[in-house]
């Protein structure tokens, strides 16, 4: 059974800290790299940070670049989004995905490019 469950969100202030995981099984804990991606009320989802399970190459919207950072940890098949200096406009449902096979690093931004997806987490930010 392929899944990916979120976890870690909640409410926080400006200017503060929330670190959200990724946890992985079945075919999902073998896929090439996990994506997080967001989705604000009334707005289109959007790629926020990527990491491939074997070499770690992080990717990065240049919206969280300097605040957000993604880190793996293999040996428990999760993907980890330390979220730093949150701002209001960072409030939305937080959700990883999957790519099972390597696409090419340029889609990992891309979100149909992912195979399998998490039911997603709330961050909201109080300002």
């Known amino acids: 059974q392929e899944q990916l469950v979120e976890s870690g969100g909640g409410l926080v202030q400006t200017g503060g800290s929330l670190r959200l995981s990724c946890a992985a099984s079945?075919?999902?804990?073998?896929?090439?790299?996990i994506g997080w991606f967001r989705q604000a009320p009334g707005k289109a989802r959007e790629f926020v940070a990527a990491?491939?399970?074997?070499?770690?190459?992080?990717y990065y919207a240049d919206s969280v670049k300097g605040r957000f950072t993604i880190s793996s940890d293999n040996a428990k098949n999760t993907v980890h989004l330390q979220m730093n200096s949150v701002k209001p406009e960072d409030t939305a449902v937080y959700y990883c995905?999957?790519?099972?096979?390597?696409?090419?690093?340029?889609?990992?931004?891309?979100?149909?490019?992912?195979?399998?997806w998490g039911q997603g987490t709330q961050v909201t930010v109080s300002s």
């Open positions: 079945g075919r999902t804990s073998s896929s090439y790299a």
């Open positions: 990491i491939s399970w074997s070499s770690r190459t992080t």
């Open positions: 995905a999957a790519q099972a096979v390597n696409k090419g690093s340029y889609t990992l931004t891309q979100m149909h490019m992912y195979d399998y």
